[in-house]
């Protein structure tokens, strides 16, 4: 007979760590199937300065790997491998795995979400290294400094309008001729005196040794090349939501996010879904911890029922 544990949480970050600490040393048997590192996205965060209790900030390796020693002590398995469906059978759950399968009696989904990546030459080998996806977890690494948000949604704009705090002055670098946020964001950066907007440009590749120092510009309308000088880039192109291997298991919303209600249960009982992956999540690590425990509470509740 193959073990049928109380809880399989799908994903490792600070989300799915948290409920793994609360369901375990609940006594609830718990495994977390996580596909690469413990940590998630965070572990790319050179310091986390907003986690409370961390005064001197943290990076994010160390802080996601305290979390995961934690669940492991208190009794929680950890499996490294790649989730590719869901389905349930009766009251069990079974996950599909990329050659086997096993069951539980709830899941937790904190598969998280991804930012979109532009895909250009440099930009994987200078992440961390003067490339970021989060002006809120790296905005303040870059005081005085020269910086660039490459987008043109809301996310973009108020990204570059946070930066706006630290940066000496800013690029926003956008691939049309108008932005695609809505009118009171863009009348807050039209505002800013140090906001420099390119328009029409579009990133060829990220350039630097050993950290960003510029970018390769192409403008679609003229078709010539620049370089721009940077001391950071904030790739704001968008998020994409974790949910492909779901394959239409629970109900999502119109950007792939998990529908969730207020005990974050989704459209399956005994399937809840927390951090980052769920519909309105503002993607912190601290909300994502919330969302961990809260939903390890929530999955107590549904067993004991």
């Known amino acids: 007979m193959k073990q049928v544990y109380d809880v399989a949480i799908i994903g490792g970050g600070p989300a799915g760590l948290t409920a793994a600490i609360y369901a375990a040393r609940d006594r609830l048997s718990t495994i977390i199937i996580e596909r690469g590192a413990a940590g998630g996205n965070i572990i790319n965060a050179e310091e986390v300065d907003n986690y409370p209790g961390f005064p001197d900030g943290i990076s994010g390796f160390e802080l996601s790997s305290k979390m995961h020693a934690q669940a492991i002590k208190h009794g929680a398995d950890f499996l490294s491998a790649d989730v590719t469906g869901i389905k349930t059978e009766g009251d069990l759950k079974i996950v599909s795995l ?9 899941v937790i989904i904190t598969s998280g979400s991804e930012r979109v990546k532009l895909g250009a030459p440099g930009e994987k ?3 961390g290294r003067g490339v970021s996806y989060c002006a809120t ?3 303040p690494f870059f005081k005085g400094k020269s910086v660039a948000v490459i987008g043109g949604g809301d996310a973009a704009l108020y990204e570059a309008l946070h930066l706006t705090k630290f940066a000496h002055n800013l690029s926003i670098i956008h ?3 108008k932005f695609r946020a809505t009118k009171a964001v863009q009348e807050k950066v039209m505002a800013q005196k140090n906001i420099d907007i390119i328009w029409d440009t579009i990133v060829e590749a990220f350039e630097g040794e050993g950290k960003i120092q510029q970018l390769r510009l192409k ?5 010539s090349n620049s370089n721009l000088k940077v001391d950071g880039v904030f790739v704001a192109a968008g998020l994409k939501p974790n949910t492909g291997f779901l394959n239409g ?3 999502l919303d119109n950007q792939g996010s998990i529908i969730v209600d207020e005990r974050l249960g989704t459209s399956i009982p005994g399937v809840f879904a927390a951090g980052d992956v ?5 993607k912190q690590v601290i909300t994502a911890a919330g969302d961990g425990a809260r939903s390890a509470f929530y999955v107590r509740e549904y067993l004991e029922a």
């Open 249 to 251: 298991l629970v109900e």
């Open 137 to 139: 977890c790296d905005g």
């Open 125 to 127: 080998e200078l992440t």
């Open 98 to 106: 990329t050659d086997s399968e096993m069951m539980s009696r709830a």
């Open 278 to 282: 769920r519909a309105h999540s503002i």
């Open 219 to 223: 403008n679609l309308k003229s078709g």
């Open 175 to 177: 691939r049309r001729d």
